[in-house]
């Protein structure tokens, strides 16, 4: 995965309301489409639970590191001694891609949650960031672009979720109807970037089209394991 594919943009919109009832899942969903391609293609009579144990995919996740996550106003963070700053303070952890069939569809959802918490308890994201710093003020940005292709070139993914605008805007009186985000460089087979705008969930993929032909495929099973969770979770009472 070293060098830079071509890569295909798509895009999914979904109710923001049912990513709330199944939060902190979606960096999982995603995986139903793993391994159902890795089955069809690989499990011709052997038992698709032990072929999918076999399976070892690790992904990156961005982590705002700032104590405050809303957007400041331009009056704010231009005041002098203010305790904003201007520009990207984000780090990086590496997680776990958990592919694995369960009857049980909220499974999925509690591993996802215990990563992640653990993830955001420990001190992996503040490191990164602080290696890359010191990397790029003592050693130079090529030193810095070695560090970090050597990481995205041994996972498989990026993860990013961003709160967007929760009220309705427009340009010039020109209505905006949703917000999309991507990514078109890095050696990662697929990105998925998440973004809220008002009552909506934008999902948009950038996915490298030597690997994945069918991406459309893929945000449909995103979907559809969304929707499957989040009617175990109805059907349970569970509140996750």
Known sequence: MG??????????????DDVKLVKNTMQMAGLSYMSRKYADEHTMGVD????????????????????????????????????YAWGNFVGVV???LWVR???????????ARATMDR?????????????????MNFFGEKVVQAVSKRLYDHTTLTYSSVMGPNEDISIFDHPILYVAASALTGSQVFNIHIVS????IIISLAVDATVIPDPHR?????????????SAALERGSHI
Not at 66 to 81: F, S, V
Not at 197 to 200: H, L
Not at 218 to 230: A, G, H, P, T, Y
């Open 94 to 96: 590496r997680f776990p």
């Open 119 to 135: 993830k955001i308890l420990s001190l992996e994201a503040f490191n990164f960031y602080g290696v890359i710093k010191f990397t």
């Open 197 to 200: 705008y008002v009552n909506k």
């Open 101 to 111: 069939s369960e009857a049980d569809s909220l499974e999925y959802v509690r591993r």
């Open 48 to 83: 698709t639970k032990k072929s999918l144990e076999i399976i070892h995919l690790r992904g990156t996740l961005a982590v705002n590191l700032r104590p405050y996550t809303k957007i400041e106003d331009l009056a704010d963070m231009m005041t002098k001694g203010t305790k």
């Open 218 to 230: 893929l945000c449909d099973d995103m979907v559809e394991s969304l929707n499957i969770i989040k």
């Open 3 to 16: 060098g830079i594919q071509p890569r295909k943009l798509i895009h999914r919109i979904i109710s923001l």
